[in-house]
């Protein structure tokens, strides 16, 4: 069983940044996918960003350019860098662990989720 424990919510500003973590432990294997999905109120939970062990990455469309994922596999902790926010970024955000080596892999593990609210 994996633990994921996220970070770094908060209320933002149109046009500011959040860098959101999240911490990895118990049965890890560093060799499997991590990724954030965010789910808004009424919507279903989809995939922001996922990140391989080598590094490669995958963004939704909606945040391609202003989101950067990115992972430290020493400290098994994943990183979303979120610029730009706009107000429909509102949303849970969930960190994923994957079970397998792609971001296309079934989810293994969520962590509890950490709210981020853009607005003015």
């Known amino acids: 069983q994996v633990q994921l424990v996220e970070s770094g919510g908060a209320l933002v500003q149109p046009g500011g940044s959040l860098r959101l973590s999240c911490a990895a432990s118990g049965r890890i294997f560093d060799i499997n996918a991590m990724g954030w999905y965010r789910q808004a109120p009424g919507k279903q939970r989809e995939l922001v960003a996922g990140i391989t062990n080598g590094g490669s990455t995958n963004y939704a469309y909606s945040v391609k350019g202003r989101f950067t994922i990115s992972r430290d596999n020493a400290k098994n902790t994943v990183y979303l860098q979120m610029n730009s926010l706009k107000p429909e970024d509102t949303a849970v955000y969930y960190c994923?662990?994957?079970?397998?080596?792609?971001?296309?892999?079934?989810?293994?593990?969520w962590g509890q989720g950490t709210q981020v609210t853009v607005s003015s």
């Open positions: 994923a662990y994957f079970s397998g080596t792609s971001y296309y892999s079934g989810i293994d593990s």
